[in-house]
């Protein structure tokens, strides 16, 4: 299931889907389908035009990233910090490094226990929990203050093996740091693990709707958050329809 899940996402909710329709196209137009071949040409330069300008991607995120807000000082026993994935060398990647260094910021005000989430879903070798844990303590974090989850291979394993380290230490208010695209769905999956969190949102992509001229031109890295965000979207849609409740097996 996990398989499919990744498939999935990298096939749909990713570029890769105009590649599907790229494909759909060249078919019809092989079969000598002239409307059909016009209407999959026009769905995908407008699709893709929307997603990869500013505008448009912000349409996308913005409903994710302004639902929670970063509290001045978070009343919170634990921190629960979802990984953001690591590089082949091991290097923790920028959304994971940012929900680090928030955790950090945090933590400074505040030195309670971090619980780090992220094992080794690829089989890289390489298990995620590791890697930031690493990175805490180079900051001066104590070993004896991180908990390692390294079992997780996506969000709703994350937060049920988290929610071990909450029952087994008694912690009673967690607050939960993630990216603040993907915060929503983490706060729904662990409402679904019967996990009362605090909302710690960081790596802001959206910031505002002032845009410049050249906002209207595409861009790489906003077609890239649109599929965030679009992902997001359908995660929320799946736990909606009841999958949520197999999470807690």
């Known amino acids: ?3 499919l899940g990744k498939i999935f996402t990298w096939s749909i909710l990713s570029p890769g889907v105009f590649l599907i329709i790229l494909l759909l196209l060249i078919t019809a137009i092989i079969s000598d389908r ?3 071949s016009i209407f999959f040409l026009v769905l995908v330069c407008c699709s893709m035009y929307f997603l990869s300008v500013k505008p448009g991607r912000d349409k996308i995120i913005q409903p994710l990233e302004t639902k929670y807000k970063q509290p001045q000082k978070p009343n919170v026993d634990v921190l ?3 990984g953001g994935g690591v590089s082949k060398s091991g290097a923790p990647e920028d959304a994971t490094l940012q929900r680090l260094y928030y955790a950090y910021q945090i933590y400074k005000q505040n030195p309670v226990p971090l619980i780090v989430c992220g094992g080794d879903p ?5 298990r995620e929990s590791a890697v930031m844990s690493r990175v805490l303590e180079s900051w001066g974090v104590p070993q004896d203050k991180i908990y ?4 997780s291979r996506n969000t709703a394993e994350n937060l049920r093996n988290a929610r071990t380290y909450l ?5 009673k208010k967690p607050g939960l740091v993630t990216s603040a695209m993907h915060l929503p769905r983490a706060v729904q999956i662990a409402k679904s693990l019967g996990i009362t969190s605090v909302p710690l949102p960081c790596a802001f992509k959206y910031e505002g709707e002032l845009y410049q001229w050249y906002d209207v031109f595409p861009n790489a890295g906003y077609l890239q ?3 965030s965000g679009l992902k997001e979207y359908t995660g929320q849609f799946y736990y909606r329809l009841g999958s949520a409740s197999k999470i807690k097996r």
């Open 148 to 151: 390692q989850e390294n079992q």
């Open 122 to 126: 690829l089989g890289s070798g390489i």
């Open 80 to 82: 629960i910090v979802l």
């Open 1 to 3: 299931m996990f398989l």
């Open 225 to 227: 958050d649109s599929f």
């Open 167 to 171: 029952q087994k230490y008694k912690f």
């Open 34 to 36: 002239r409307r059909i």
